[in-house]
Nanobody, 125 residues
Framework: DVQLVESGGGSVRAGGSLRLSCRAKGTIYHDACVGWFRQVPGKEREGVAGIENDGETLYADSVKGRFSTSKDIATNTLHLQMNDLQPEDTGVYFC????????????????????WGQGTQVTVS
């Protein structure tokens, strides 16, 4: 089984930066996408960034140029560097993993098929 444990998050002023981390415990499929979603009350969970097994990344248009995701294979940890944060980036951020392509993972389809982290709050004022 796979467990995803997140850290990071917090409160920041507009224009500031935060870094989230997600450590995977257990074996993630060799061909899995690992990525990040965010959710605000009353809205569906939105895929924002993902990274394929070969390192190719995919981002939602709303975060392109500001967010960057990477993975440390040695520690089995996924990172999300968030720069130039804006109030609309406020939400609970979840890391996720599934044995599929990132465009599928981030589409929001079949969310129950994903492994999920516990979520961490990001607040931008």
């Amino acid at each position: 089984d796979v467990q995803l444990v997140e850290s990071g998050g917090g409160s920041v002023r507009a224009g500031g930066s935060l870094r989230l981390s997600c450590r995977a415990k257990g074996t993630i499929y060799h061909d899995a996408c690992v990525g990040w979603f965010r959710q605000v009350p009353g809205k569906e969970r939105e895929g924002v960034a993902g990274i394929e097994n070969d390192g190719e990344t995919l981002y939602a248009d709303s975060v392109k140029g500001r967010f960057s995701t990477s993975k440390d294979i040695a520690t089995n940890t996924l990172h999300l560097q968030m720069n130039d944060l804006q109030p609309e980036d406020t939400g609970v951020y979840f890391c996720a993993a599934r044995g599929t392509w990132c465009y599928v993972l981030l589409s929001g389809a079949d969310l129950n098929n994903n492994y999920w982290g516990q979520g961490t709050q990001v607040t931008v004022s």
